[in-house]
């Protein structure tokens, strides 16, 4: 990994730590399995590749993240993600892309000089049809009163950290 690439991923691992430090401190949920979403993704997320979207493939309209990952997944036969992502202004912002088998973030969103460090958990095609088919557009992690990530009951197979440097997005069978 490079150090540039390293140093963007560690920014938006401290970022996000300072907004569970800010939760923890500020609000009554250390009965929660995660005091919040920036918990769940620090300690549930996988890391993708920022890369250039292929030749013909088409993004979607600006602000429509969840929307467009969601359809662009589903078109592309990719998996969908929801988490948070590092811009080059050096915001982390809660964001939805695809990934493909080789790990690489296909954003279809957000142009590919603009995001530099992607953080998130992936979701199964039948997962995001389901919620799709039931309550509209995709936003599975971002919006709490629908999908309560404070008692999700599981954790991918293998299972690491962020700081301990994970790349896959794959999960053991």
């Not at 493909?100 to 998130?120: E, F, I, K, Q």
């Amino acid at each position: 990994m490079s150090a540039q690439r390293e140093a963007h991923q560690s920014h938006l691992v401290d970022w996000l730590s300072t907004q569970v430090e800010i939760h923890v401190a500020l609000a009554n949920t250390r009965t929660w399995l995660f005091t919040c979403v920036e918990e769940l993704v620090l300690e549930s997320g996988y890391w993708g590749n920022p890369t250039e979207l292929p030749p013909g493939h088409i993004r979607g309209a600006a602000g429509r993240c969840f929307a467009n990952a969601s359809a662009y997944a589903t078109v592309h036969r990719l998996t969908y993600v929801e988490g948070f992502a590092l811009s080059t202004a050096g915001i982390a912002y809660p964001h939805a892309w695809a990934v493909d088998d080789a790990d690489n973030v296909h954003d279809s969103t957000w142009p590919a000089t603009r995001g530099l460090a992607y953080l998130g958990i992936p979701f199964s095609a039948a997962y995001v049809e389901a919620f799709n088919r039931t309550l509209g557009d995709a936003r599975l992690v971002h919006d709490a009163h629908l999908d309560d990530y404070r008692d999700t009951p599981s954790r991918p197979t293998r299972w690491r950290s962020p700081s301990a440097g994970r790349t896959s997005w794959r999960r053991s069978s």
